[in-house]
């Protein structure tokens, strides 16, 4: 039934005011649905025709299920072999198709060759040690204060290249900072051997 003052009815009900209801309520409602109605309603035992009727119904429903099944087996092989001949085409086509790309593809040959790698440029750091080793021999047979310090100063720059010689050879040769620190250091040996060839 439609209501003829809808919107009347639902201002009126927006404008009525909300209540809260007392907490007892909720209690008294819930003592109110003790017992279950379940427990309330009497049990019946159906006759025994309605419970052979329902039984004659399911096994009518199976009997439709299996005779629609076995139409559908019929209908079935038709079917497969229609999807067999697609696979078969499809397998014929793509093979066809794979054959004539492999003989219309256009081979390709790969050529490689060794090349020999630049040698080294290994500075030789030991051309000067002969001209030092005299230095300093001539340095212990004469004992001057002056001559000795030079002495101590290319005995330091010595032990300080002999450790980046070291560091080169377990680092690697082609590390530029460390060939740049060898070549700062020799550069001051040779200073010092320098003044010490003026001092002799």
Do not use: C, H
Request: charged content about 30%.
């Amino acid at each position: 039934m439609n209501e003829k003052n809808s919107k009347t009815l639902r201002d009126a009900l927006a404008r009525l005011r909300e209540y809260e209801a007392p907490a007892s309520t909720w209690d008294a409602i819930a003592a109110g649905l003790e017992p279950v109605l379940a427990d309330k309603l009497p049990t019946y035992a159906p006759a025994a025709g309605v419970w052979n009727a329902i039984s004659r119904e399911m096994e009518q429903a199976d009997e439709a299920i299996a005779q629609r099944r076995m139409a559908k087996e019929r209908s079935l092989p038709l079917r497969k072999l229609a999807g067999i001949a697609a696979a078969v085409t499809l397998l014929i086509t793509v093979g066809l198709g794979l054959n004539y790309e492999l003989q219309t593809r256009q081979t390709v040959s790969v050529a490689y060759s060794q090349e020999v790698a630049p040698a080294k440029n290994i500075a030789d750091w030991e051309l000067d040690e002969k001209s030092f080793n005299y230095a300093i021999s001539e340095i212990e047979v004469r004992n001057e204060p002056a001559l000795n310090t030079l002495g101590l100063e290319l005995d330091e720059l010595t032990e300080a290249s002999n450790e980046i010689k070291a560091m080169l050879v377990s680092y690697g040769e082609n590390d530029p900072s460390l060939t740049r620190q060898l070549g700062k250091i020799e550069r001051d040996r040779s200073d010092v051997y320098r003044r010490i060839i003026v001092e002799l």
